[in-house]
């Protein structure tokens, strides 16, 4: 068995608990489980199989950390939010100095910087740590990106680095910064996970409503995608889903579900923070606000009549979309790490933008062909901190823009709505342009408001003629 100092526990058995906990037990780990509902840490027995017998099961998560020899690491795998902090109010009593509480949920960042400040007052270590990967990552291998102080990870490293996802040899998991570094990670990278799903959606939607192409043929060129520049698990997910079949209809898969998507809020919380952060996560807002519409569908249905807009044909080709969606998601990617860096110096997290894109190369859900360069550029010299600037995504986005901009033209002339890849195009437009449209704004707040402006060449508080 591994060499273990920390005894490690793991409180919450659902889908991602219990997939978390075969894997730390597959890796050689002895690890102490409980979970609310006493009945399904005792079941989870019989799904550990022969791993078991490195396996100890507790009524509940007191029991679990009075039962644990100290130094205790204690992983949640519950519910953001409320569940949490009862779980923490739970553990401070029975814990003692050396012992660690280890939230891996999707937890928004100003709870992990509140619940580290509280929770280490007391003399304990907090962590607060994002696992991406979905099921089947959380059992075979995750991206895991870690908050705490460097004290904490090197207390429960080994385990990490040994359940991680491995990207040619190295281990998708590192520990990026204090308190809520990990966590704030997490949630950007579910931003860019909404934005890269909303685009691909958006091009299906063109293919499937504006040239009337079956599902599984769309799924045959997702597939045929996998193998060139836009190789990632979207992208290879997607290929896969549209080729499905509904085994009660016959239909294919997609056409039996409602579309109206679900959310948990990390996609919002990035745009929230963008936005508190001065930054515009134009593409992330789109996909979120996408989401947002699509439960109006009865409102939707209605609409149909009562706006008359009718979609007609587009007249694209396979090629063009496939450009269109690189660009696109190159600036998904650029505008989320503009908001890392935004975060980074307001925090004070110093975060090592090509190490978060070296552990979300595998495991995590938003893995592509784009994050070693993603990583490399930032290892570079990148003008102005902007990604879209680094060589080799200038040199993209020049090929891929017209495509683009083709792309997003159909689609508006035909009634389409594009709104991720056309957020996409209206970024990358602004930042090719050295001169645009603010002097106008800041021509109308000084009038109205007397706010200043900055002359050109001049004064930075001057005001315009209207005030003479
Ligand atoms: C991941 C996923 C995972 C989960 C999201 C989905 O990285 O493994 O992002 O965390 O699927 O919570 O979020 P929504 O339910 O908001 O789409």
Not at 103 to 116: C, E, M, S
Not at 155 to 174: S, T
Request: proline share 4%; with cysteine; charged share 20%.
């Amino acid at each position: 068995m591994t060499t273990q100092t920390t005894a490690l526990g793991l409180y919450g058995l659902g889908t991602m608990g219990s997939a978390l906990a075969l894997n730390i037990l597959d890796n050689g780990f002895a690890l102490h489980v409980a979970n609310r509902t006493a009945s399904v840490a005792e079941a989870f027995v019989t799904e550990a199989g022969p791993l078991a017998d490195r396996l100890t099961t507790h009524p509940g998560l007191v029991e679990m950390a009075r039962a644990m020899s100290a130094p205790r690491a204690i992983i949640l795998m519950v519910p953001a939010g409320a569940p949490v902090d009862d779980a923490i109010a739970d553990l401070v009593p029975v814990l003692a100095k050396g012992d660690a509480i280890i939230d891996a949920g999707n937890t928004d960042f100003h709870d992990t910087r509140r619940r580290t400040a509280e929770v280490e007052a007391k003399g304990l270590t907090y962590i607060g740590m994002g696992v991406s990967g979905g099921e089947e990552g959380a059992r075979h291998g995750p991206s895991i990106m870690v908050g705490g102080t460097d004290a904490a990870y090197q207390g429960i490293r080994p385990v990490i680095e040994a359940i991680a996802a491995k990207f040619e040899g190295d281990h998708c998991a590192d520990h990026l910064g204090p308190d809520g570094a990990g966590h704030f990670v997490k949630t950007v990278h579910n931003g860019i996970e909404y934005a890269d799903m909303e685009m691909i959606a958006e091009v299906y939607g063109l293919m499937r409503h504006g040239q009337g192409r079956a599902p599984a043929q769309i799924g045959a060129v997702f597939q045929g995608w996998d193998k060139g520049a836009l190789k990632s698990y979207l992208v290879e997910i997607t290929g896969t889903v549209l080729q499905a079949t509904d085994a009660a209809t016959g239909k294919p898969a997609v056409d039996v579900i409602l579309d109206r998507a679900g959310q948990k809020g990390t996609g919002r919380w990035t745009v929230i923070e963008a936005l508190k952060l001065g930054q515009s996560a134009s593409a992330i807002e789109a996909a979120v606000g996408a989401r947002g519409w699509s439960a109006e569908k009865d409102a939707r249905v209605a609409g149909e009549t009562i706006l008359g807009t009718i979609r007609s044909a587009v007249a694209i080709s396979d090629r063009e979309y496939q450009d269109a969606l690189l660009a696109a998601r190159i600036i998904a990617y650029a505008q989320g790490f503009r908001i890392l860096a935004a975060a980074s110096d307001e925090y004070q997290w110093s975060l090592d933008y090509a190490r978060i894109a070296e552990i979300w190369r595998a495991g995590c859900i938003i893995r592509s062909a784009l994050l070693d360069d993603i990583s490399a550029a930032f290892r570079g010299d990148l003008p102005y901190g902007q990604l879209i600037f680094a060589p080799a995504f200038a040199d993209r986005l020049r090929a891929s823009i017209p495509a683009l901009r083709r792309v997003v033209a159909a689609a508006v002339s035909a009634a389409h709505p594009v709104p991720a890849l056309s957020a996409s195009l209206a970024f990358i437009d602004t930042m090719a342009q050295g001169r645009g449209t603010t002097d106008l704004i800041q021509a109308q707040r000084d009038f109205f408001g007397r706010h200043g402006f900055e002359r050109i060449g001049g004064a930075k508080d001057s005001h315009g003629p209207w005030w003479e």
